[in-house]
């Protein structure tokens, strides 16, 4: 495929056979869809060989004699002198015959490559820019060999304007090949960081494999300086991995046995055995690509006015061309060979393709760019959305906060002293799970122990807390309120330590906020959003993060049920997000308008959320919005572009102030410039 309309026209082809989910993307040369009408493959390749098109295998290597490039050159050398007989007194230049020789094989190669292409569209329906080109090309070469078999003379002769147009366009189309190419290099990229080969231990051998043939449960040595393989687990090894190319982090993540490896993540240190859980279509990385292309391809509704227009433009302008040679003709009685260089004038500049490359660049590049900041997002669609939310709501602990808890206060009670307190409360946490207990183990972990006192017999009662006895029968319990409910009306506490029936110490302590949080925050409300905390942890501590970030409204003990009731309230009266770790907040995120997952990147998070903030880091939503904003303004300005250009150079051929060649030119170059505005945002610094 060599343009925009060649992607519709297949569209077309597949949406009429009853397909669904068509998929077509001109510029990665890719088509999929679901197959929804059971017709067979073999089917579909041929239906869409007979629109002029070539199915090829992307396993398999491709080429053809002539490219693009070549049809080009080949062009180029016989219209050179064909050109230069209108500077250059040569005689034999000035032969008609010979000016038909050189414009022949120019003609022949432009009825081959556009004249093919305006037949199948027309066939298909669906006409496109070249139908115009192919007319216009073929008018001022009809025109000139009937005015040479006729002997009309030299005015009557205008073969420099048939191949001009011809090789002009098709350096436009070798211009915006190579600038569309351009726009696609965030899925280049993170292909060419899929490994292809990997050390597989087999029993006492370490043997070299092809990652395709890799297995879930395979065990691979990978070493220093290597790409990992696969997504997996650290069975043995402590090493220092760069996992920027896939979240946009450049800090190095130390890890150790039993972390979580992504596959194509670099190994800067250490090295390790790995356990494959994750191979082929499965991985991050693949899921990761997978994304991009689908984001990629999504239209969104900014689009829909144009992809209208661009459905009856080819016709429309044919209109225009007609009427322009019958009222400059017959009317104003303008001579004939001027009427048609008008005519010709107007179906050679203007451009459909314009109007249809201007929102798949812009959302290809900008796409590209979340992508390589490790952002994931589900669609075009998604970008212009993004634009007009109100409300941000977002999950407390793990989102807002770390969920490490530190300790805030400590109250002893009963001469017992703090350290005897933490030394009771380590022995006692250590065989918890809970994300407190795991808080308090890592805070107490350097205090001086008590050799001489031992707990024993300790146990958990979940969502109560643990306990234990000494050595003299003393039992010691740490938990919540509940164990102190009998013992005191003070419930203002998180943590209560006693010791039979009486309360020894208080533990009060806060939830960590994470980086950049605060910042984040201000910047979401000095763009006119409305900050908001919906939370199933208590209105205390709710309110206390609340009040550190100064955010106003807040929903503190809110059951799943009651999060799912808010966040459909607040999306009736006006667009929301909602802000989760993808795998609790999953129905949450699923009913906003739009979901915004951090972490991981889990099947969940995937699933429920339209963006993935795959480093975890809050502060990455200000890139998000800001990127998203930038696309969808890049995508204004390439419509706009698109309209005004037509709406202008239509207009000025019509009255006969520019002659098919330099229309050619402008028609060309047209693409380039919305390509090119596109290309801007790739580097384009973004500050708010």
Known sequence: MTCVNCAKSVDRLLTKKGMEEVYVNFATKEVRF???????????????????????????????????????????????????????????????????????????????HFGRSAWTSIRNGFPNMDVLIFMGSTAAFVYSLYGSLAGLGHDFLFYETSAMIITLVLLGNLLEKRAVARTTTAISELTKLQVQKARKIVGTNIIEVDVKDLKTGDILQVNEGDKIPADGEIISGTVSIDE??????????????????????????????????????????????????????????????????????????????????????????????????????????????????????????????????????????????????KNIVFDKTGTLTTGNFKVKDIQCYHNYSENEVKNIALQLEKHSSHPIARSLVREFSNISMNDNFKLENIKEEKAVGVKGNDDKGNVFEI????????????????????????????????????????????????????????????????AQIANDLGINEFYAEHLPEEKLRLIEKLTKDAPTVMVGDGINDAPALAKATLGVSLGNASPVAIQSSEIILLNDRLDYLQKAVKISRHTLLTIKQNLFWAFAYNIVAIPVAALGYLNPMWGAIFMAFSDVVVIGNSLRLRGKRIDA
């Open 244 to 389: 920027s190319m896939l979240t946009g982090e450049s800090e190095p993540i130390l890890k150790e046995k039993g972390a979580v490896v992504v596959g194509a993540s670099l190994v800067n240190s250490g090295n390790m055995q790995m356990r494959v859980t994750a191979t082929g279509p499965n991985t991050i990385l693949a899921q990761i690509i997978e994304l991009v292309k689908s984001a990629q391809a999504d239209k969104p509704d900014i689009q829909r006015l144009a992809d209208k227009i661009s459905a009856i433009f080819v016709p429309v302008v044919l209109a225009i061309a007609a009427l322009t040679f019958v009222l400059s003709y017959f009317i104003f009685d303008i001579n004939f060979q001027d009427a048609m260089l008008r005519s010709i004038a107007v179906m050679v500049i203007s451009c459909p393709c314009a109007m249809g490359l201007a929102t798949p660049t812009a959302v290809m590049v900008g796409v590209g760019r979340l992508a390589r900041n490790g952002i994931l997002i589900k669609g075009g669609q998604t970008l212009e959305v993004f634009s007009t939310i």
């Open 34 to 112: 679901q197959n929804s009408a059971a017709v067979s493959i073999e089917e579909v390749k041929s239906d869409i060989t007979r629109l002029g098109f070539e199915v090829v295998d992307e396993h398999l290597p491709y080429s053809t004699l002539w490219t693009l490039e070549r049809k080009f050159l080949f062009a180029l050398v016989f219209t050179l002198p064909l050109f230069a007989h209108m500077f250059i007194p040569w005689k034999p230049l000035h032969n008609h015959w010979i000016q038909l020789a050189l414009c022949l094989p120019v003609f022949a190669l432009g009825v081959w």
């Open 479 to 542: 938990g919540s309120y509940r164990i102190a409910q009998h013992l005191t009306a003070d419930d203002s506490h998180h943590i209560y330590l006693r010791k039979n029936d009486q309360i020894i110490a208080t533990i009060d302590i806060q939830d960590e906020l994470k980086s950049n949080t605060t910042e984040t925050i201000d910047y979401l409300k000095s763009q006119g959003m409305n900050p908001i905390i919906l939370s199933g942890d208590k209105q205390a501590k709710t």
